[in-house]
C-alpha cells in the first residue's frame, strides 16, 4: 500500500524566506504526483499537478520537483509572503489503476509572519 | 473552472439521525470521492464511483453508504449518525481514464458535520 509522508509537519518563517516541503512516497510506480493548499477550516485547492514523466512545475512562485526513483518530491515557496500561511498536501496516485485514487500526506502546515 | 459544491457548510446533527451530505459537480467528471479529515489522521477516503450506479469502498467505509445515481451527483449517507463521525467531510471529482489528464482530483468546500 503506497504510504505518503510530508516533512515538516509544521513551519514558521519570517516573510521574504525561501522555502522548501518535503513529499516522500513509498511505491515509485506512480502515476502522478499532486500538491494542494488547505486554508483553516476550507477544502483543499490543487496547486500543482506533475505527471510521472516530468521532473518539475512552475506556478508562480510555486515550483514542484518529481525525483520519481527516490520516491521524493519538494514543493519550493519563493520569496514567502503572510497569504501563503496554510497547510500544504501532497498526493500520489498509483499506477494501474484509472479510477484515479489519491494517496494523501499528513500535510505540513506554513506559518509566514511579517 | 471546475465546480464542486457541497450541499451545506456547516451541520448538527443528532445521534441516531440519517445524514445525507451531497456533493455535485459540474465538469462532467466520471469519478468522484468522499473523504473525512480528522486532526491528526489526515484524509481518509469513505467511498468512491466511476460511474453512474458504480460505487468502491474506500478506507474507512463503515457506517456509510453511498449513492450516485447522476453523473454530477454523489451522495454519502449516515444511516445511524454517531458521535465518532463528527468530522470534516471532503468531496472530490476528476476525469477517469488513461486519456484524462492524469485524474487531476477537485476539491469541494467542505462539510463540517457536528454529531451530538
Known amino acids: 500500500k503506497q504510504e505518503v509522508t510530508q516533512i515538516p509537519a509544521a513551519l514558521s518563517v519570517p516573510e521574504g524566506e525561501n522555502l522548501v516541503l518535503n513529499c516522500s512516497f513509498t511505491?515509485?510506480?506512480?502515476?502522478?504526483l499532486q500538491w494542494f493548499r488547505q486554508d483553516p477550516g476550507k477544502g483543499l485547492t490543487s496547486l500543482l499537478l506533475?505527471?510521472?514523466?516530468?521532473r518539475e512545475q512552475t506556478s508562480g512562485r510555486l515550483n514542484a520537483s518529481l525525483d520519481k526513483s527516490s520516491g521524493r518530491s519538494t514543493l519550493y515557496i519563493a520569496a514567502s509572503q503572510p497569504g501563503d500561511s496554510a497547510t500544504y498536501l501532497c498526493?500520489?496516485?498509483?499506477?494501474?489503476?484509472?479510477?484515479?485514487?489519491?494517496?494523501f500526506g499528513r500535510g505540513t502546515q506554513l506559518t509566514v509572519w511579517p | 473552472d471546475v465546480k464542486v459544491t457541497q450541499s451545506s457548510r456547516y451541520l448538527v446533527k443528532r445521534t441516531g439521525e440519517k445524514v445525507f451530505l451531497e456533493c455535485v459537480q459540474d465538469?462532467?467528471?466520471?469519478?468522484m470521492f468522499w473523504y473525512r479529515q480528522d486532526p491528526g489522521l489526515g484524509l481518509r477516503l469513505i467511498y468512491f464511483?466511476?460511474?453512474?450506479?458504480?460505487?468502491e469502498k474506500g478506507d474507512i467505509p463503515e457506517g456509510y453508504s453511498v449513492s450516485r445515481e447522476k453523473k454530477e451527483r454523489f451522495s454519502l449517507i449516515l444511516e445511524s449518525a454517531s458521535t465518532n463521525q463528527t468530522s470534516m467531510y471532503l468531496c472530490?471529482?476528476?476525469?477517469?481514464?488513461?486519456?484524462?489528464?492524469?485524474?487531476?482530483?477537485?476539491f469541494g468546500p467542505g462539510t463540517r458535520l457536528t454529531v451530538l
Open positions: 472530490a471529482s476528476s476525469l477517469k481514464g488513461l486519456a484524462a489528464p492524469y485524474n487531476e482530483q477537485f
Open positions: 464511483s466511476y460511474d453512474v450506479k458504480m460505487k
Open positions: 465538469m462532467d467528471h466520471e469519478n
Open positions: 511505491d515509485s510506480a506512480i502515476y502522478n
Open positions: 506533475i505527471q510521472s514523466s516530468q
Open positions: 498526493a500520489v496516485s498509483n499506477r494501474g489503476s484509472t479510477l484515479g485514487r489519491l494517496y
